[in-house]
Structure formats: structure tokens, C-alpha cells
């Protein structure tokens, strides 16, 4: 299609805005741009974090010689004519905008050449002022470079950060764009110093090492989900007529694998990246009960609708898309990640792999006696890998998966006053005391609260508690939350509160304690989405009102633990993520005392 300017009434409806406020956001036009082209191969070179120089070349169409002068123009493009295409659109770019607002407030070159001219031509702008256009040689494609950056916006320069700070904003730009287009090369040089390359072939797990460290891609789940959208008449009218699908694709952390904050989640939709998107509420439900109170999961999802589902046009960055039908977006990329997450049978495995120091099974013998170094390497991060990849050499014990309930336990008794023994039917458990009734509490807490019915207990005597001032303005932003919890927590007198009743499940706790866990502050990082923050509050309070290590429990006290812990729907772990039982299977007490395996 050729460049034209858009006709007013087109423009008019096109949400306007700056495009450009920082190196970036200028990277990122240009890229897209170079992706419209069908670029395979874009190269980004950056100078002072963008600032002296930021160059984009790629080997996609091209521009023709006598459509360059248009293309810097306001609202001249190639990829919209009418007001109507405006709800389909294909392209990453569509308003015409990007270089007209480059060449405003840098000194810009554009050098391109089509397939079918000879030569390339070249086109100077600086602080808006349009150069003469030259007949110059170049290969087929485009590079433009856009010098000293707001040289003529002083206010803008002001307000850029740390070159470090915009430089991390191109590599995660540019990181995020590799991924979401395997097939395409891209190379970021930063001065001389390369920053990021990848090869094209398509391999996203590659580009994921790249991001992610090869440790944490190897273990991030694959996802790939397609549904026929239902047929019109249906729940939806209108949506996905024809057979149309919806897709998605990409890859997402198992629970264990977990950030503090929401950072590392990555959408894009039909080929755009999306911030701040209500999709990423919808993947943090996917893994509902089994993410630890305040862990995030990482994810690099690609969701593709029909165009017409979605209005690109809401956001001058084109950051955000609306969803025609929202719900079904959602719920979509719910399923499907929830899938993936199941389908992967987790190994919270207890490995043993240096059980004997060897790998042929015998222990390592020194001063004549054999080595046991016994190494429990629970299911996280890095020792994921470890584990996963032991061979049949090495002592494996397999524990059930965290989705699955406990066996049924007998009793032991206490160790410690600490750790609970149980017999199950495959072998010894032992189990942190803490921990468990933590996740027990937590549970019952969650259950009870999700169907609206938390019982709550008049306290035979109201408890004051007095707080720091700080302390204080915390509660008070959560006396609401707390009441849906069954606390009843009234002000009384300065920075003081009087606790008048308790959730019954706590009923023989102290309230002050619980008070106490509700008045931390939260990190900046992890500051909790509203619908989350309950649960973090929730978690907190248990932590807090758990029995703790080191207190003695009656034999009645012990088999109620246990027994509750039977009945959690994650009984492994504590809400925080940490494991509330090891298990030492009668196969591996088998191998220990050298019944088995060793020759
Ligand atoms: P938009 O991308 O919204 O159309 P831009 O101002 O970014 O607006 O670009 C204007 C036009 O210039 C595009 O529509 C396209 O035709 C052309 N163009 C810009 N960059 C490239 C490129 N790298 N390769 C080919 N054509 C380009
Ligand atoms: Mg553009």
C-alpha cells in the first residue's frame, strides 16, 4: 500500500498523544515498523543508552524514493485508509505518527531501498525541518537513526533517567520483542558491546535462556492452546464468527518457580506487547491455590484473536487493547494456562542424588567408613534441574505432586517438640508443626471466606492494642478487610484499637499478635492487586497465629494436625511456599541401609 496522510476525519479519531518521551519509546517504533516491513532481520544499534545515537536498520520493504518525503509527514501512512479499518487492524502501526514526532525533536536519517529500485534514497530531518531528498546506494530495507535525542526539548532531556535505567528499558523492550517474533534475527549493540542476539530460527526456548538464564528457561512450561470461538447465537453473540479461533502460545513458570512481583509477566496480543493488562490477572488465577502468598509467576504468553475482537486504538503507545468480549478473552487464557499447569505432572521431588557421593550406588568410602551425605534437595529453582535430570543411577525419591492429597498418616508422635512422625503407606513422614498447621489455617481461613461465612467470636474481654502512629494509618486502611475476615476492630483513642472479636478459628489466639501481622507494610514491589490482598492479609495472619516450633502439642492436638492437613487442598507446602513434610519412602530407607541397590 502506498503512504498517504490521512484525512481529518480519520486522524480525528485516532487516540492521539506523544509517542516519544524517552529512548524506548522510540526504539519501540521503530521496531515496529521495521516488523510491518516484514523485516527477518533488525538490527538496533544504541550510543549513550540512545541518547547520541539510536539506529534501527532492517531488511524489510522498504520505503519507495518518492513516498520517503510523505512518510515524515503527520498522519501519513501505509497501513490504514478509512475510519473502518481502524477496527482491524493487522499492523503494529497505523497512525502515521511515529516519525513525524521523531523528527520533531531529534536530528533523524532515514536511508531505504526497495526490491525493485536501484538505488536507495536518503532523507534528513532535523527539529522538524525537512532536508532535500538524495539518491544514495544502500541495501534493500531501512535504517533510521535518529541522533541527539530532544536535542531541541531541553524539559524532555530532564526528564529522562540513568542511562542505565534507558538502557534496561531498550534491552527488556528488545528482549521482549525477540521472544514474541522467533523468526525474526535481532541484534542489539550497545556501542561496541553486542547486548542481545538471537538467531531467527524460530526456537523460543532459546530466546528464553537469553531472558531468563538457562536454568529457569529449562524448567518454564510450554503452553499452546487453540479453541473455536462459539458459533454465533451462542453465550456470545457475534464473537469468532466463521470458525475463527483463538491461540495462545508460549510458556509459563510451574508454581514453584516464582518472582516477587509481576514484572516478569509478558502478554502480547496479535503480535503486540500489552502492559498493565487485566490478562494478567486472568494467568495469576490459573494458578489459584497453588502460588505462594505474594510470588508471582513468570510467563511470556502470545495470545492471538481475530482483529476485529480487539481496539488497539485506546492508548497513544498502543500499550493497552480492549477486548470486544473480555470474558471470553480471559477465561481463555485461564484454561489454558490452568491446563498446562496440571498436564505437568510437578515434581516436588526429594532427590538424592549424592546419597552415596557416587553415582554407581556405593557410598564413598573414607577412613573406612562410608560417607553419607545425604542432601535433600527440595523441589526449587536452580535444584530443579539438578533433580529432573537424575538417571536411574541415582536415588530418586518421587513424592506425590503437590496437587495431590496427603495418604492417609498414622501417628507417631513429636520430635522436638517441632516436627510431627507419621507413618504412610509408602513410608515416613516428618512434619513441621509450623508449617503445616500454617497451610491448615490458611486453607480453612480461604475456604470459609470464599463462601462468604467466616464466624467470628466475641472476645470475653475487648484486648487494646496500642500502635506506632505508622502502624496505626496502616490499619485503618484495612479495618474493611478486616471485618471480612470476622475481626471486629474498633479505633479507641489515639493510635490505639480495641479488638472486640476474633474469627472463630483463631478464637484461642492472641489478638494482638494478629493485629501485629496485619501492620507490616507491604514492599513496594510486591504491593498486592485488590483481590489478592486479602489473601496476603490472610497468609500473614496465619504465619502469625500458627503453632510455632518448639511448643509442645498434646497427642489430640498432633492427630487433629495431621488430620486437617489431610484434608488441604495443598497440603505440601505452607502458604509461603516452604514444605510442611519430607517424606522418606520405604524404597529409599530400602537404599539407605543397603537393602537394595547396592551390590
Ligand atoms: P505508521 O507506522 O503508524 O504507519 P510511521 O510514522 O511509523 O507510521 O511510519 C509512516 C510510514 O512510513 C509507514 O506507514 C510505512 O509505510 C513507512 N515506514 C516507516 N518505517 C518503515 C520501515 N522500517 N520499512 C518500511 N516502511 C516504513
Ligand atoms: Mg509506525
Request: aromatic share 6%.
Amino acid at each position: 500500500m502506498t503512504i498517504r496522510v490521512l484525512p481529518p476525519e480519520v486522524a480525528s479519531q485516532i487516540a492521539a498523544g506523544e509517542v516519544v518521551e524517552r529512548p524506548a519509546s522510540v526504539v519501540k517504533e521503530l521496531l515496529e515498523n521495521a516488523l510491518d516491513a516484514g523485516a527477518k532481520s533488525v538490527a538496533v544499534n544504541i550510543i549513550a543508552a540512545g541518547r547520541t545515537l539510536l539506529q534501527v536498520a532492517d531488511d524489510g520493504a522498504g520505503i519507495p524514493a518518492d513516498e520517503l518525503t510523505l512518510a515524515i509527514e503527520r498522519h501519513a501512512t501505509s497501513k490504514l485508509v478509512s475510519a473502518d479499518d481502524l477496527y482491524r487492524i493487522a499492523t503494529l502501526g497505523f497512525r502515521g505518527e511515529a516519525l513525524s514526532s521523531i523528527g520533531a525533536v531529534s536530528r533523524l536519517t532515514i536511508t531505504s531501498r526497495t526490491a525493485d529500485s536501484s538505488a536507495g534514497a536518503r532523507l534528513r530531518v532535523e527539529g522538524g525541518i525537512i532536508g532535500r531528498l538524495e539518491r544514495v546506494g544502500a541495501p534493500v530495507g531501512t535504517v533510521v537513526s535518529v541522533e541527539e535525542l530532544f536535542y531541541n526539548v531541553p524539559a524532555r532531556l530532564k526528564f529522562l533517567k540513568k542511562d542505565m535505567t534507558e538502557r534496561r528499558a531498550i534491552d527488556t523492550l528488545l528482549t521482549r520483542y525477540a521472544l514474541a517474533y522467533p523468526l525474526v534475527r535481532f541484534k542489539l549493540m550497545d556501542g561496541n558491546t553486542p547486548s542481545l542476539q538471537t538467531s531467527g530460527d524460530g526456537d523460543r526456548r532459546a530466546i528464553l535462556a537469553a531472558l531468563y538464564g538457562v536454568d529457569t528457561a529449562r524448567q518454564m512450561l510450554d503452553v499452546l492452546a487453540e479453541e473455536d470461538g462459539p458459533s454465533t447465537g451462542s453465550l456470545h453473540p457475534g464473537f469468532l464468527p466463521g470458525g475463527q479461533s483463538l491461540k495462545l502460545s508460549g510458556f509459563i513458570s510451574p508454581s514453584a518457580l516464582t518472582r516477587s512481583n509481576r514484572k516478569e509477566i509478558t502478554f502480547f496480543v496479535n503480535g503486540r506487547w500489552v502492559q498493565d493488562t487485566p490478562l494478567t490477572a486472568a494467568l495469576i488465577q490459573a494458578y489459584h491455590m497453588l502460588l505462594m502468598v505474594g510470588r508471582y509467576p513468570l510467563a511470556g504468553l502470545f495470545l492471538e484473536v481475530p482483529p476485529e475482537e480487539v481496539d488497539v486504538n485506546v492508548h497513544p503507545a498502543k500499550a493497552e487493547v480492549r477486548f470486544r468480549n473480555p470474558e471470553v478473552a480471559f477465561s481463555f487464557v485461564q484454561r489454558s494456562a490452568r491446563r498446562a499447569l496440571l498436564a505437568y505432572s510437578p515434581v516436588p521431588q526429594v532427590a538424592m542424588q549424592n546419597l552415596w557421593g557416587r553415582p554407581d550406588d556405593r557410598p564413598q568410602m573414607v577412613d573406612g567408613k562410608p560417607q553419607f551425605d545425604v542432601a535433600w534437595v527440595l523441589g526449587h529453582d536452580a535444584d530443579q534441574e539438578r533433580m529432573t535430570v537424575n538417571d536411574q543411577s541415582s536415588t530418586v525419591i518421587t513424592q506425590p505432586s503437590a496437587l495431590e492429597k496427603v495418604p492417609l498418616l498414622r501417628l507417631i508422635g513429636q520430635i522436638g517438640a517441632t516436627y510431627l512422625v507419621a507413618e504412610g503407606p509408602d513410608g515416613l513422614y516428618l512434619i513441621d508443626q509450623h508449617a503445616a498447621h500454617e497451610r491448615v489455617l490458611f486453607e480453612k481461613l480461604m475456604r470459609q471466606h470464599e463462601h462468604k461465612a467466616i464466624p467470628s467470636q466475641a472476645l470475653l474481654s475487648a484486648t487494646v492494642v496500642n500502635l506506632s502512629p505508622a502502624s496505626a494509618k496502616l490499619l485503618e486502611d484495612q479495618l474493611s478487610v478486616l471485618q471480612h475476615f470476622g475481626f471486629q476492630v474498633e479505633a479507641f483513642g489515639q493510635n490505639s484499637y480495641q479488638v472486640r472479636a476474633m474469627p472463630s478459628l483463631f478464637a484461642n489466639s492472641d489478638p494482638a499478635a494478629a493485629l501485629c501481622a496485619l501492620v507490616e507494610d507491604f514492599e513496594e514491589d510486591e504491593a498486592p492487586f485488590q483481590n489478592e490482598l486479602e489473601s496476603k492479609i490472610a497468609g500473614r495472619v496465619c504465619k502469625r497465629l500458627a503453632v510455632k516450633a518448639g511448643q509442645v502439642l498434646s497427642p489430640e492436638e498432633q492427630r487433629a494436625l495431621l488430620a486437617d492437613l489431610e484434608t488441604c487442598a495443598s497440603p505440601r507446602t505452607c502458604p509461603h511456599g516452604r514444605p510442611t513434610m519430607i517424606h522418606l519412602s520405604v524404597d529409599m530407607l530400602e537404599r539407605q541401609f543397603g537393602r537394595k541397590g547396592a551390590r
